[in-house]
């Protein structure tokens, strides 16, 4: 199922500022390629150029063979390119295990079933059940989606983003907000998923990108100034300059 | 199941009705349960799938044109002039909903009441049926060559039979995959896009699906009147239709029925028959009803919203 994500020479500019400044990156099938830069580096904008929300005036993105770069946001969900938002995003007012069959259907391809279809519905089900059992929300089913926790939300959102069964997964900050315990949590879970899809994660967390990544790129100002190994990339002298500092340097090294 | 118990209630209220009351009150009653048929078509798509239609009216009275230049025509057979009246206006929400659906939030309320008074002037101008002074039926409708819609008790059940139907239609295609989608996109479009669903598609046939509804309302309407006119199609109506739909999950909320899901539909129709009756009772104590009903909705709406919060 897994397939290389390609984006070349990715530009996008709101008047004279270019908040992506010719971006090449890719996104090998099973592995997690990070993505750390300062505050308003792009990183979201890149992100939503990606996923097809914003689009770039120049550059193309591949996906497997596909090119998706004209493609409308629902139809690279549908190629294979699954996304958790930033700012976590749910169906409020369904349960959690309707917000999961939702996302079931969105995978299944087009539901115009105007009638109660019981027996795909409880297969839905069934494979909602797996998946929440997966994220570590097994017996939360049948809450509101608006009563979990900030922590829950966000495994709530990577089980909906999962059912699709990507190729790519495009993670916006998924660690952003939790607690200790329950980052450590999302931590070993994304681990867990890069045997499936291939993922490109936005992080703020350095300890998390520097344990899960295989690679990590540096975005500063809309470029990509160093891309490499953690190890690597920690060594670059113009990325400690420009975002590591001082603390990361001397004090989270291990 | 507390929305269900209110629909059943409604409904059973709304049978026995022929049984204690005179002629005059059975047609009213009549009267307000074709407005709750087209209530619940608007609340199909309004609280379905949060899609304001200011141009609902104009579905209506395109049901009722169908049935009175049908029967100008020759034509007085239900079973053909009810179909075709509900293929008109389902027409007419495909076409017009085609363009409309294209926008969101104000746009769409603009752009469905400027359709629907399009639609007035057009029924303003069939000077062949009537124009502006509107057109006179010259009985109402037969059903398998039978006259049964003469009499006000069976025209009654047969609106109340209608008005279950309908009602139970739209609840199970919003309970079905397919009104998942329409609920969804209407609490975070966004997240539906980013899971693979595009809800335009989603969304005109749901459009299209009510402006049917809505037809089959008018179809009844123009035999309870028999007359049809383009204040039929005005957007004063399309406002009544609003009010009547969220006064009535108002309502339903004041009874702690919860508000969403597919449970809302009888908040429809208790409030198209609670506006009906109230207004009807209104003016008969005076002709200035209106300064006691506009109060009397700004307290539902109070009422409504706070039990709303509290639940």
Sequence with gaps: ?254 | MRALALLLALFAALAVVPLAADTYVVALVTRAMIFALAAVSLDFILGGAGLVSFGHAALMGIGAYGVGILMEEGTREALIAFPAAMAAAGLFALVTGAVSLKTRGVYFIMITLAFGQMAFFVAQSLSAYGGDDGLSLAARSTVAGQRWLKSPVTFHYATLGLLILITALCALILASPFGRVLRAAKENERRVRALGIDPYPYRLVAYGLAGAFAGLSGALLANLTEFVSPAFLSWHRSGELIVMVVAGAMAASALGVRAGGAGRLGGAVLGAVGVILVEEGLAHLTEHWRIVFGPLLVLLVLLGGWRGRRA
């Design chain 1, 1 to 254: 199922m897994s397939a290389r994500l390609d984006v070349r020479g990715l530009r996008k500019s709101y008047g004279a500022l270019a908040v992506t400044d010719g971006v090449d990156l890719t996104v090998e099938a099973g592995e997690i390629h990070a993505l750390i830069g300062p505050n308003g580096a792009g990183k979201t904008t890149l992100i939503s150029l990606i996923a097809g929300e914003v689009r770039p005036d120049a550059g193309t993105i591949l996906l497997g063979e596909a090119d998706l770069t004209a493609a409308p946001v629902h139809r690279r969900a549908r190629a294979g390119l699954a996304r958790s938002f930033q700012i976590t995003s749910t169906i409020p007012a369904f349960s959690v295990r309707e917000n999961v069959v939702l996302a079931l259907q969105g995978a299944g391809g087009p539901s115009f079933r105007l009638w109660p279809a019981p027996r795909a519905e409880r297969a839905r089900a069934e494979r909602a059940r797996a998946l929440l059992a997966r994220v570590g929300l097994e017996g939360r089913g049948d809450h509101p989606a608006a009563a979990l926790s900030h922590g829950e939300k966000r495994a709530l959102e990577l089980a909906m983003a999962l059912a699709a069964e990507p190729r790519i997964l495009l993670l916006d900050e998924p660690m952003a907000g939790t607690g200790p315990e329950e980052g450590r949590a999302m931590v070993d879970l994304i681990a867990s998923l890069k045997a499936a899809c291939g993922i490109l994660l936005v992080e703020h967390d350095m300890d998390a990108v520097f344990r899960l990544a295989d690679r990590v790129s540096v975005l500063v100002a809309g470029r990509i100034i160093a891309s490499g190994t953690p190890e690597q990339v920690r060594a670059d002298p113009a990325v400690r300059a420009a975002y590591l500092g001082d603390e990361t340097a001397t004090g989270a090294a291990p």
